[in-house]
């Protein structure tokens, strides 16, 4: 199973400011995730980050807001840009580690961010 | 919109019972489905999958059953030990991409699962 870390683990932070996330997988993958689980709630999906072209968002999240990179196959970054108290949540990657061609594939989650906006 | 849901919030059981963990979906075109454990402070953590062309799979102290009749999953765990103190998700998942991708996962709110000594 794919191994995957999250930088930073937690943090606070001031409103207005920005926070970048790094998610780092122990082998490439083709699929990524970010998602957003807000306190004592269930996990919402961002968006899905793939190598070589822009992220796709879900419904009520946008790239201004959530700005994701994904310069290679081991690694993705989400910003949460100009944030306020309601972007206080856990944010997490995961990935798709593929088996066999038309299984489907595991989803392996980091162990997520903790974010406290003031 | 498709949502994925649960019938209890919390559960509590006696270490050594058995659990039933319950979950109610409404797209009937969701073809995988997904128990996760999370612990606190953790991420969540795979536990059993389950394709919509089978009704059970078990593994190990774990069983999951699907009535997509109902639209119906449910997790049943085994001789129920202290470690399994966590809150269970099910997910789902109606998206069968070129190559297998799980693509969207839907997740449901979430049951707390507090095991007693």
């Known amino acids: ?118 | 919109g498709e949502s994925v849901g649960l019938h209890l919030p919390t559960l509590s059981v006696q270490e050594g019972d058995n659990s039933i963990i319950n979950c109610a979906y409404s797209n009937s075109a969701s073809d995988y489905f997904i128990w996760y454990k999370q612990e606190s402070g953790k991420g969540p953590q795979f536990i059993i999958d389950i394709r919509s062309n089978m009704d059970k799979r078990q593994g190990q102290r774990v069983t999951v059953l699907l009535n997509k009749t109902v639209k119906h999953l449910s997790l049943q765990i085994a001789a129920t030990q202290p470690g399994d103190s966590a809150v269970y998700f099910c997910a789902e998942s109606a998206v069968m991409n070129y190559g297998g991708s799980q693509g969207n996962l839907i997740f449901g709110k979430g049951t707390k699962l507090s095991v007693k000594p």
């Open chain 1, 1 to 118: 199973s794919a191994v995957i870390s999250q930088k930073p683990s937690r943090d606070i932070c001031q409103r207005g400011t920005s926070l970048t996330i790094q998610c780092q997988v122990d082998s490439q993958v083709t699929m990524m995730f970010w998602y957003r689980q807000q306190p004592g709630q269930s996990l919402t999906l961002i968006a899905t980050a793939n190598q070589g072209s822009e992220a796709t968002y879900e419904s009520g999240f946008v790239i201004d807001k959530f700005p994701i990179s994904r310069p290679n196959l081991t690694f993705s970054t989400l910003t949460v840009s100009n944030m306020s108290p309601e972007d206080s949540s856990i944010y997490l990657c995961s990935v798709e580690d593929p088996r066999t061609y038309w299984d489907y594939n595991e989803q392996f989650f980091g162990p997520g961010t903790r974010l406290t906006v003031l």
